[in-house]
């Protein structure tokens, strides 16, 4: 079955890279995604990678695709303390649902 | 405007009551989902409708019954609720086949 992993916790200072890892098995998976929670609140959909793209850059946000290591990274230039939140890896498995991995939680600290 | 809303946001609720959540999109898509958080913080999907119809049914216990009037509401009533129910339910929706899947705010659900 499918199965995503992620470290669970990244602690940056202002102003610098982060740069969130994720692991995944499914090699079928179209799709890849990062989603942002603030707490208590929902899911904010950042970006998604085509899985025959290697990168994709969305303003402060790069995301790199390895697809024969099946690894994911989110990287955020010039992390802000707004950028403190969880974030989730997940990919697309049969019938559009998504398969998330447990989250990285960003603590960025001024 | 918000693109998927659900109803309530909080519910405080006691075992063995049964309840309903409420989620409507107003994106014109035409598959619906159901997700569960647990207190780690895990996700994983309940259930997937399109075009009113279930699609995916994980395993989940038959307490909860999904209803989807129309491609605009997908509605979770839970029977019976039992202490392990306590969650945060997300709402989403998307295209079929849709890259973008969008989410609601979500529901807190305790159950004492």
């Known amino acids: 079955g499918e199965d995503v992993e992620q470290s669970l916790f990244l602690s940056v200072r202002e102003g610098d890279s982060s740069v969130i890892n994720c692991t995944y098995t499914?090699?079928?998976?179209?799709?890849l995604y990062w989603y942002k929670q603030e707490p208590g609140a929902g899911l904010q959909l950042l970006t998604y990678?085509?899985?025959?793209?290697d990168m994709k850059q969305d303003q402060r946000l790069t995301v790199l695709l390895n697809k024969k290591d099946k690894h994911l990274s989110l990287r955020i230039a010039d992390t802000q303390t707004g950028d403190s939140a969880i974030y989730f890896c997940?990919?697309?498995?049969?019938?559009?649902?998504?398969?998330f991995g447990k989250g990285t939680m960003l603590l960025v600290s001024p | 405007d918000t693109a998927v809303s659900q109803t309530p946001k909080y519910l405080v609720t006691q075992m063995g009551n049964d309840k309903s959540i409420k989620c409507e999109q107003n994106?014109?898509?035409?598959?619906m989902y159901w997700y569960k958080q647990d207190s780690k913080k895990f996700l994983k999907i309940m259930f997937s409708?399109?075009?009113?119809?279930?699609?995916i049914n994980e395993t989940v216990p038959n307490r909860f019954s999904p209803k989807s009037p129309d491609k605009a509401h997908l509605n979770l009533h839970i029977n019976s609720l039992e202490l392990g129910d306590s969650a945060v339910y997300f709402c989403?929706?998307?295209?079929?086949?849709?890259?973008?899947?969008?989410f609601g705010p979500g529901t807190r659900l305790t159950v004492t």
């Open positions: 989403a929706s998307s295209q079929a086949g849709g890259r973008e899947q969008y």
């Open positions: 499914d090699s079928s998976s179209t799709y």
């Open positions: 990678i085509f899985s025959n793209m």
């Open positions: 997940a990919e697309v498995s049969g019938y559009s649902t998504l398969t």
């Open positions: 994106l014109g898509h035409d598959t």
């Open positions: 409708y399109n075009n009113k119809e279930l699609i």
